[in-house]
Antibody, heavy 121, light 110 residues
């Protein structure tokens, strides 16, 4: 069964850091681009970042550039999101998702259940 | 704020047909970028519903269909069922080649 399981969420103070992890199973992780998508409480979905199969290309939404870093370890079938200088507006459920490409642009065909990040003093 | 606009809510009786619009501009959908749709049941993660404007992944009932024209796209649900009550999101790309989601639509089955 194809599965993504996120972990690492929690309560953190503004300005603090957190590292999210996503464990992949049931497919060849190293063959896929991967993404992080977040959803603030009661709000819609927002794509955060994605990373190429070998980690050589990474892209971010403007609001997290310079603060968040996406990375992966293909030997461990794991995706990560290092979040620094956290702000209240980063409070959200963070989903790990697998990218598939259709006519050169991506959509997400497999999603994890999410991990909750709360930034508050 | 999202660049793809959806109606906040739509509703219908069981068995009816409902449609959800996803309105963009010449910088996103109108520029030729494809549209994908996701269903998010209450308290769960999003699930892929339609990819490439009108294609259904394996396991998605054919009650769900998608289309795209000009600067907008639509998701139709025919034969509405109670289990279809959920939030629905469209997704495409913008001119900066960043992935963008629609504002989301809550479907209520009366």
């Amino acid at each position: 069964e194809v599965q993504l399981v996120e972990s690492g969420g929690g309560l953190v103070q503004p300005g603090g850091s957190l590292r999210l992890s996503c464990a992949a199973s049931g497919f060849t992780f190293s063959s896929y681009w991967m993404s992080w998508v977040r959803q603030a409480p009661g709000k819609g979905l927002e794509w955060v970042a994605n990373i190429k199969q070998d980690g050589s290309e990474k892209y971010y939404v403007d609001s997290v550039k310079g603060r968040f870093t996406i990375s992966r370890d293909n030997a461990k079938n794991s995706l990560y999101l290092q979040m620094n200088s956290l702000r209240a507006e980063d409070t959200a459920v963070y989903y790990c998702a697998r990218d598939l490409y259709y006519a050169r642009f991506a959509y997400m065909d497999v999603w994890g259940k999410g991990t909750t990040v709360t930034v508050s003093s | 704020q999202s660049v793809l606009t959806q109606p906040p809510s739509v509703s219908g009786a069981p068995g009816q047909r409902v449609t959800i619009s996803c309105t963009g501009s010449s910088s996103n959908i109108g520029a030729g970028y494809d549209v994908h749709w996701y269903q998010q049941l209450p308290g769960t993660a999003p699930k892929l519903l339609i990819y490439g404007n009108s294609n259904r992944p394996s396991g998605v009932p054919d009650r769900f269909s998608g289309s795209k024209s000009g600067t907008s796209a639509s998701l139709a649900i025919t034969g509405l069922q109670a289990e279809d009550e959920a939030d629905y999101y469209c997704q495409s790309y913008d001119s900066s080649l960043r992935r963008v989601f629609g504002t989301g639509t809550k479907v209520t089955v009366l």
